[in-house]
């Protein structure tokens, strides 16, 4: 991940046999997955472009491949692992904006912990659902 402006981040994956990843990371705006047009913009690949030939320039070369990425967002793209404020027998967990896969393991432990033991043996609080409600309330 670069962060090339602030709060503005580029990700790039390295060569598996034929190809370089390169995106715009959270670039996008809201959509509804139902409807969202999954054609590549012309736009998005003159900016990563411009990206590469400041940052990585050897990985500039020809367009093998585009498509439009999707995934969840909290309103600070950070997880959420907690209880339901008002319904203390559900756990929330959603290890989303983007980088939850990789952490897809350590989630599934903390969300067994809360499950099984009440409790877990981390500081949960920085992904809190609280953090949360004066974004959008909780029902």
């Not at 190809?19 to 705006?29: E, Y």
């Not at 929330?92 to 904006?97: Q, W």
């Not at 809360?114 to 981390?122: M, Q, S």
Request: proline letters at 7%; one cysteine or more.
């Amino acid at each position: 991940l670069w962060e090339f402006e602030p709060g503005r981040i580029f990700a790039t994956f390295p060569d598996l046999d034929d190809g370089f990843k390169a995106g715009l990371h959270h670039g996008g705006p809201t959509c509804d997955p139902e409807t969202l047009d999954r054609s590549p913009i012309k736009a998005d690949e003159r900016a990563i472009r411009w990206l590469l030939a400041r940052l990585a320039p050897e990985t500039n070369g020809a367009l093998r491949d585009a498509c439009v990425c999707m995934y969840t967002n909290t309103p600070d793209h950070h997880f959420v692992i907690d209880r339901h404020p008002y319904h203390e027998q559900v756990v929330i967990a959603s290890a989303c904006s983007g980088h939850g896969f990789k952490f897809a393991s350590a989630t599934g432990e903390l969300v067994a912990e809360l499950v099984l033991d009440g409790g877990t043996r981390l500081d949960l609080t920085p992904f809190a659902v609280q953090r949360l409600l004066r974004e959008a309330p909780v029902q």
